[in-house]
């Protein structure tokens, strides 16, 4: 059974370094499937959308229903985490009728161009998962100086960082099979 991990990038912007990590990982783990799970025509979160939802978060729910686990990929906006991506996490968060990512593993990994490597979100992102039911995984993966970790052609050049990443998602690949 092919695995399927559900890919959050907290940027929007096609360039960012997220998204460069983001696709480092789907293109190294050929042996699971990766779907970026884009959410910057979400709605708002609102409860009162509750009763007959948009069909922007019925979308959004249903591909995450699917995911066997969920990585998430930001950087640090003001010492926490992106609006859209927490906006993204409110929507999930609601059971409507039944939890969506309650109990479903996760990975949070960070990045800055400074030297904490987006430490507050990571903690804030983790933090939250907990709260709302995700089995997140006892990893603190901060990259720093983000901008030095990568090449002209968008390759990551750094291979502690490298390895620190395939770590991590051996890591979530396992808490997978250890729940199937």
Do not use: C
């Not at 609102?46 to 995911?67: C, T, Y």
């Not at 990929?73 to 309650?102: F, M, R």
């Amino acid at each position: 059974m092919m695995i399927n991990i559900g890919v959050l990038v907290g940027s929007l912007s096609e360039r960012s370094y997220s998204q460069k990590i983001a696709n480092y990982l789907m293109n190294e783990y050929q042996s699971v499937r990766f779907v970026q799970v884009n959410f910057e025509i979400l709605p708002l979160y609102n409860p009162d959308f509750e009763k007959e939802p948009p069909l922007e978060w019925q979308v959004f729910r249903s591909v995450i229903d699917q995911m066997d686990a969920l990585l998430f990929v930001t950087q640090e906006y003001n010492l926490s985490i992106p609006g859209g991506l927490k906006n993204a996490i409110d929507v999930l968060s609601v059971p409507s009728p039944e939890p969506h990512i309650a109990y479903k593993p996760a990975l949070v990994i960070t990045d800055s161009s400074g030297e904490r490597g987006g430490a507050n979100a990571n903690i804030h992102i983790q933090q939250l998962l907990r709260y709302i039911g995700m089995t997140v995984l006892n990893e603190f993966i901060t990259i720093s100086n983000v901008h030095q970790r990568f090449d002209p052609q968008n390759r990551l050049l750094n291979e502690q960082v490298a390895a620190q990443l395939n770590g991590s998602i051996r890591k979530l690949v396992e808490s997978i099979d250890k729940q199937h």
